[in-house]
């Protein structure tokens, strides 16, 4: 992440910080070269960035239902993410409801 130009490092670092401080059992390990945020040895999060924007990706978000509006599919069947294309788009009460909800459904099966 640090290797990132900015805007994005300072987004993807204030991220993690958020992720970390909400979900605190939560380990931080690399697979396909991105940031996975894992829970007990199963996915949680990941953080993914473009050239436009970062991606906070929740791997069970098909059972998310807070902030839907602001949730992005992308074709994506299982998962949803929180896409910013400037650290003031995050709306960090938005980002933690998502994060609480998100943990509290660490548990539920991949598929819906």
Known sequence: MLEKP???????????????????????????????????NNPFCYLNSSKKYVD?????????????QVLISDGRKHMKSLRYESLEEINQKILVDVLLEAYALRDRKYYK
């Not at 300072?10 to 894992?38: D, R, S």
């Not at 906070?56 to 839907?68: E, Q, Y």
Request: hydrophobic share 50%; glycine share 2%; proline share 6%.
């Open 56 to 68: 906070l990706v929740f791997w069970h978000g098909a059972h998310l239902t807070k902030h839907t």
């Open 6 to 40: 900015e805007p994005f490092r300072t987004m993807l670092l204030h991220l993690q910080a958020t992720v970390e401080a909400v979900t605190p059992n939560a380990e931080l390990l690399f697979k396909w070269k991105l940031p996975f945020f894992y829970i007990d």
